[in-house]
C-alpha cells in the first residue's frame, strides 16, 4: 500500500511536470522556428521603412506602416478598454457587492462577450462602421479592437477585485469614506498588479489581432498620420507575406511575426516590473 | 402670586434629573433592535445602553449575535442584503438608523478593530493619514502632527518612526492590528467597536491591545466583542451577555460573574474557566 502511494506520487509529479514544462518548450519552439525563418529578412531596414515599390514581390522597404500602425491601435483600444472597463469592474465589486445575483448577470454577460470570436466583432465594427457613414480606418481599428478588449479588462481586473476581503472594505468604510473614496483610494491601490494584468492581457491580444481589423482598419503602405485614414496591422502584414509565392517575401512574413513577439514580450516584461514595483508590499 | 403645583409637576421635577443623568451616562442606546437573514431571526428585541468611557464587553458563544449587533452600531449591515435591520439605535441622540444624515460621517463617529487587521494597501503613514485627510485636513504639519500622536498613543511609534514609508503589509500582525486602532483613532471617534480584536494575536500582542484599553477608556467609550471569558473579566466594566441573539444578562461585572442567574451562562462560565 505504501508502495503504491509512492508510485502514484511519482506519477502525478512526473505529469504535472510535463504538462508545465511543455508549455515553455512551445514558446521557446515558436520564438526559434519564427527567429530562425525570418532570421535572413530581419534587418533595421524591416522596422525603420515601409514599404517601397514592389515590396511584395520582393522589393525594397519594411514593414514600419504596420509595426505603427499595429501599435497606434493597439494603445488606443487599450486606452479606451481602460477608461470603460475600469470603471466596470470598480461598479461591479464596490456598489453592487450586495448584490450577488445582479453582479453575476453582469459577469455572464461579460464573459459571452469575451468568448465572441474576433471575426464577428469585425463584421460588427464593419456594419458600425458603414452605418456611422465611415470608411476603413484608424479610428474604425481602434473602435473595432476596443470592444474586443474590454471585457478582457473587466473580467480579469474584476477577478482579482473579488478576492479583496470584505474585511478591508469594512475597514475603509468605517473610517469615513464615500463608496467613491474606497474604490479608487483603496481598492484599485489593493487590485493594482491585477490592473496592470488585465492590461497586459488586453493589448497583447489587441495588438496579435487580424479577424477583427480586417474589415475595419484597412491596410495601407503608408504611416497613419490620422484617425479617418486607413491603418495597416502586423498581423496582416503577416498574413498577406506569408501568402506570397515567393520566398523572400514568406521570410519577411517571419521576420515581422518576431518584430510582434518582440513588441509583446516588452510590453510584457514592462507590465511586470510596474506590477511588481507597485505591488502591495512596495506601495508607498 | 400663588404657585399651583400639581401632582404631575413634582412627579416630571423628580424624574427630570434622572433622565438627564441617563443621557450623560450612555452615550449609546439601543432600542428594539431586530436583525433578521431571511427568515433567520439574528438579534432579537435587543435594548441597550452603553455607558461613556467604559468598556462594554458583548460576551457570548460564537454564532449567538455579538458580531452582527456591532455591525449594525456603525451601519455595516448595509453591506449585506440579505440583513435587515429594524429598530432605533441612538448615538449623541440621532437614530443612525433611521437617518437621512450622511452615513460617512455617522460612521466616522466610531473607530472599527476587526478579528484581523486590514491594514489599507498605503504606507504605514499613510494609513494614519487616510482618515485624517478624509475630515477634511489638508495642513501637511497638523496631518504629520497627528500621526505621530495616535501612533504613541497605541505604542507604536518607536517601532515605526523610521520606516513609516514603508508598507503596512511590512508589520508583524499585532503591529498591524495596532496600526489599524490608530488609524481608527485619528478619525477622533466617540466609540471604539472592536470585534474580537485579539483573536489572531500571539499573547504578547493581546496584552498590548488588553493594556491600550484600559489607557483608552479614559477619552473613548469601548464596546468589545469577545468570547474570552477572561479576556471579559479583565477589562470589562459592563458585562452583556449573548445567547441566540438575546441578551440574556448584563450588568457591573461583579454582580453579573458573582450571581450569575442563567443557566447558559452558568454553563459558559465554568467551560470558560
Redesign the interface.
Known amino acids: 500500500m505504501k508502495k503504491r502511494k509512492i508510485v502514484e506520487e511519482i506519477i502525478f509529479r512526473i505529469l504535472t511536470g510535463i504538462a508545465s514544462y511543455s508549455l515553455i518548450v512551445i514558446l521557446c519552439l515558436i520564438i526559434i522556428i519564427i527567429f530562425i525563418k525570418g532570421f535572413n529578412a530581419l534587418s533595421l531596414d524591416m522596422i525603420i521603412k515601409t514599404p517601397k515599390g514592389g515590396y511584395y514581390y520582393g522589393g525594397e522597404g519594411g514593414v514600419l506602416n504596420a509595426i505603427v500602425g499595429s501599435l497606434y491601435i493597439a494603445f488606443g483600444a487599450t486606452l479606451i478598454a481602460i477608461l470603460i472597463g475600469m470603471p466596470a469592474a470598480l461598479y461591479i465589486n464596490v456598489h453592487l457587492?450586495?448584490?450577488?445575483r445582479t453582479q453575476n448577470t453582469i459577469r455572464y454577460f461579460i464573459d459571452a462577450l469575451w468568448g465572441i470570436p474576433s471575426i464577428v466583432y469585425g463584421a460588427f465594427g464593419f456594419t458600425l462602421m458603414l452605418f456611422l457613414g465611415m470608411s476603413a480606418s484608424l479610428l474604425a481599428g481602434i473602435i473595432t479592437v476596443a470592444l474586443l478588449i474590454t471585457p478582457i479588462v473587466i473580467r480579469t481586473f474584476d477577478e482579482v477585485l473579488s478576492t479583496i476581503?470584505?474585511?478591508?472594505?469594512?475597514?475603509?468604510?468605517?473610517?469615513?469614506?464615500?463608496r467613491a473614496?474606497m474604490a479608487f483610494?483603496?481598492m484599485f491601490?489593493?487590485g493594482?498588479s491585477g490592473f496592470i494584468t488585465a492590461v497586459l492581457l488586453a493589448f497583447g491580444r489587441g495588438i496579435g489581432d487580424a479577424a477583427s481589423v480586417l474589415f475595419t482598419a484597412g491596410y495601407t503602405d503608408l504611416v497613419p498620420t490620422n484617425l479617418d485614414e486607413p491603418a495597416a496591422t502586423l498581423p496582416l502584414a503577416i498574413f498577406f507575406q506569408l501568402g506570397s509565392p515567393i520566398p523572400e517575401v514568406r521570410e519577411r512574413a517571419y521576420a515581422s511575426a518576431a518584430i510582434l513577439t518582440i513588441i509583446i514580450l516588452i510590453s510584457s516584461l514592462t507590465a511586470r516590473f510596474f506590477s511588481q514595483k507597485y505591488s502591495?508590499?512596495?506601495?508607498? | 402670586m400663588e404657585i399651583k403645583i400639581s401632582e404631575t409637576m413634582i412627579e416630571q421635577l423628580i424624574k427630570t434629573p434622572e433622565i438627564k443623568l441617563n443621557k450623560q451616562d450612555s452615550i449609546l442606546r439601543i432600542k428594539n433592535l431586530n436583525v433578521y437573514a431571511g427568515n433567520h431571526h439574528i438579534l432579537k428585541n435587543i435594548n441597550l445602553e452603553i455607558p461613556k468611557n467604559k468598556i462594554t464587553v458583548l460576551l457570548g458563544p460564537s454564532g449567538c449575535g455579538k458580531t452582527t449587533l456591532l455591525k449594525s452600531i456603525n451601519k455595516l449591515t448595509d453591506l449585506y442584503l440579505e440583513l435587515k435591520v429594524s429598530g432605533q439605535i441612538y448615538i449623541e441622540n440621532d437614530d443612525i438608523l433611521n437617518t437621512i444624515k450622511n452615513i460617512p460621517l455617522i460612521r466616522q463617529k466610531m473607530g472599527l478593530l476587526s478579528q484581523k487587521p486590514y491594514p489599507l494597501p498605503v504606507s504605514i503613514y499613510k494609513n494614519v493619514a487616510y482618515g485624517i485627510k478624509l475630515k477634511g485636513i489638508k495642513d501637511k504639519k497638523l496631518i504629520d502632527y497627528n500621526v505621530e500622536k495616535k501612533l504613541r498613543e497605541v505604542g507604536l511609534w518607536n517601532e515605526v518612526k523610521d520606516r513609516l514609508n514603508y508598507s503596512a503589509d511590512n508589520l508583524s500582525i499585532g503591529q498591524q492590528q495596532r496600526l489599524c486602532l490608530a488609524r481608527g483613532l485619528a478619525v477622533k471617534p466617540l466609540i471604539i467597536l472592536a470585534d474580537e480584536p485579539t483573536s489572531s494575536l500571539d499573547p504578547v500582542s493581546s496584552k498590548i491591545i488588553d493594556n491600550l484599553f484600559r489607557e483608552l477608556k479614559k477619552h473613548y467609550t469601548i464596546i468589545l466583542v469577545t468570547h474570552i471569558l477572561r479576556q471579559a473579566q479583565r477589562l470589562a466594566d459592563n458585562i452583556v451577555f449573548m445567547n441566540y441573539g438575546e441578551i440574556i444578562e448584563q450588568g457591573n461585572p461583579d454582580e453579573v460573574f458573582k450571581n450569575t442567574k442563567t443557566s447558559h451562562m452558568k454553563e459558559y462560565m465554568v467551560e470558560g474557566n
Open positions: 457587492v450586495r448584490y450577488r476581503p470584505k474585511g478591508l472594505h469594512e475597514a475603509s468604510l468605517a473610517l469615513g469614506s464615500t473614496e483610494k483603496v491601490k489593493q493594482f502591495k508590499s512596495n506601495l508607498k
